[in-house]
């Protein structure tokens, strides 16, 4: 075991050596998984988002306090007609290999991204078209008023319309086929850093872009990234105490107060715009890796509710993680707009009711399942799920774990090859409808990308709809709350925790979290 973690840290260490000695502006950065690709329109993930916002910019953003913010565009207005949203852009700007930043652009980004390989597609599905007026004007017409609008382009990536052209990568990378294009190993955008290299799941390198438009707005003292993932929390922890690391993303909670501790360290921390919970595949008549035939046990609600008894996540919440994490009854944390106190509530541990739940439903015995999770994407997700499993077991559910990288589950996933599954959740729009849009509305091409539940209810996608053209907010409002209230009733999935947020770093770095868990290193300082 010494020796083999030896070799890991040796082989670690070379992978670096050349950053090693470099100026303190170089920033050695790491976390557990790599962006899936630098296509910025092909994966709605945070992870691809955090290394996308490097790269590039977005029209606008959400900035340290989360709210909105100019970026590529100054101004956004709704028109006089009210399903046409107009922008002013930012003028003077270039990309990384000169070329001017114009409206053209942004038509060309936003019909882009509504392609159908895009997996970004599902944050405009209500923009009919993208119109330049000018320049540097820009207007969006939606089908029917959208007062959210630009809530849904903060993590939407502006590209160079020519630079596409020319690479032949007009169209975005299909990365459930498992595409390479151009644009998933190459980069050409508006952001604060160039892309030097990309060896992806190995290194990627970055350097500032000095004639980046927001120079004198952003502190800028970065003048180098070398981007690292490493899979193993232990040796990104040794790499980060050892000084062969100067920031890491996501330090294992068990090590915090080591880390916080360890001389010339700080934590940073504060609350994540993110819920981790459990799918369950309901739509299907029979599961795939149970070992009930003929049905579905996860179509029966007292099957579900069962399952959502069982859970604890006091204990899953002081012992796996930590005290990092806030037990959850319902997707979505606490600033978002339709969040709930009464429906944010934790159920009750009741492991007899559990069993006679199931008793009711036909299983007195219980069933297996297999339980596929990530273990390399959310805070301790691989830990979760063994504890869970566990609590599964003792009312009679033998959940069998199936943890494996977030490359293989998140490309599985949307395509609803999964019994039950263990999905986080973050809300950029900071509004209800983001959850319902991906995760209640029924799986098509307009809607449910991430619904692997099989979960469909006619009048829910009314809902959904209508709440997208409702400019009353009493009767949006109403809206949203029977929605949730459909959606804690049925107990479509398994809540556990809103996730905490905590950033490991060299104590010379001033840099508080962002709760979207985007390092935005544009803002990072050194104190002297």
């Not at 502006?25 to 790491?30: K, P, V």
């Not at 006089?80 to 930012?90: N, S």
């Amino acid at each position: 075991m010494k020796l083999t973690r030896m070799a890991t840290l040796l082989a670690f260490s070379s992978t670096l050596a050349l950053s090693a000695s470099v100026s303190a502006e170089t920033l050695r950065w790491s976390s557990a998984g790599d962006s899936l690709t630098l296509d910025p329109h092909a994966q709605n993930e945070g992870p691809t988002h955090a290394m996308s916002h490097q790269i590039y910019d977005s029209l606008v953003y959400r900035n340290q306090e989360m709210k909105l913010a100019p970026r590529l565009a100054l101004e956004w207005k709704l028109t006089d007609d009210p399903t046409i949203w107009e922008f002013k852009l930012r003028e003077g700007v270039k990309y990384h290999n000169g070329n001017p930043f114009t409206a053209d652009d942004v038509v060309f980004s936003i019909m882009r991204a509504k392609h159908e390989n895009a997996d970004m597609k599902g944050l405009l599905t209500t923009v009919i078209e993208a119109i330049k007026v000018d320049d540097h004007t820009v207007r969006l017409r939606t089908e029917g008023p959208n007062p959210l609008l630009p809530n849904n382009l903060t993590d939407l990536f502006i590209m160079d319309k020519e630079w596409s052209e020319e690479n032949k990568v007009t169209v975005p990378q299909n990365f459930k086929a498992g595409e390479e294009t151009y644009a998933v190993r190459n980069a050409n955008g508006t952001g604060p850093f160039k892309l030097v290299s990309r060896e992806a799941d190995v290194k990627t390198e970055l350097a500032r872009n000095d004639d980046y438009w927001g120079k004198a707005m952003y502190p800028m003292e970065v003048s180098r990234i070398v981007y690292t993932p490493i899979k193993s929390a232990a040796t990104r922890v040794a790499a980060l105490l050892s000084g062969e690391l100067d920031f890491l993303l996501d330090p294992p909670v068990q090590d915090l107060d080591r880390l916080a501790a360890a001389n010339g360290l700080a934590v940073r921390s504060g609350p994540e715009n993110r819920t981790i919970f459990l799918g369950m595949q309901q739509g299907i008549p029979e599961l795939r890796t149970s070992d009930v035939k003929g049905k579905n046990p996860f179509a029966d609600k007292r099957v579900r509710e069962a399952m959502n008894i069982a859970i604890n996540r006091e204990a899953i919440g002081k012992v796996v993680m930590r005290g990092q994490s806030v037990a959850a009854g319902m997707i979505a944390p606490p600033f978002v707009d339709g969040y709930s106190v009464e429906l944010d509530t934790v159920p009750t541990v009741d492991v007899a009711r559990a069993k006679a739940l199931l008793a009711e439903a036909g299983y007195p015995n219980g069933f297996s399942v297999t339980l596929a999770c990530p273990n390399d994407r959310y805070v301790n997700d691989e830990a979760i799920c063994q504890a869970v499993t566990g609590m599964f077991g003792q009312i009679g559910v033998k959940a069998r774990l199936d943890a494996r990288s977030k490359s293989i589950h998140f490309a599985e996933l949307p395509k609803g090859e999964l019994d039950f599954y263990m999905l986080g959740w973050s809300v950029p729009t900071m509004d209800s409808h983001y959850v319902f849009h991906y995760l209640v509305e029924t799986k098509s091409d307009k809607g449910g990308a991430w619904n692997a539940s099989g979960y469909s209810n006619a009048e829910v996608d009314g809902l959904i709809d209508a709440m997208t053209r409702e400019t009353d907010p009493d009767r949006r409002a109403e809206m949203v709350a029977k929605v949730w209230n459909t959606v804690q009733s049925e107990v479509i999935y398994l809540p556990l925790h809103h996730q905490m947020l905590n950033w490991a770093m060299k104590s010379n770095i001033d840099f508080p979290v962002h709760s979207m868990n985007y390092p935005h290193f544009k803002w990072l300082k050194y104190t002297k």
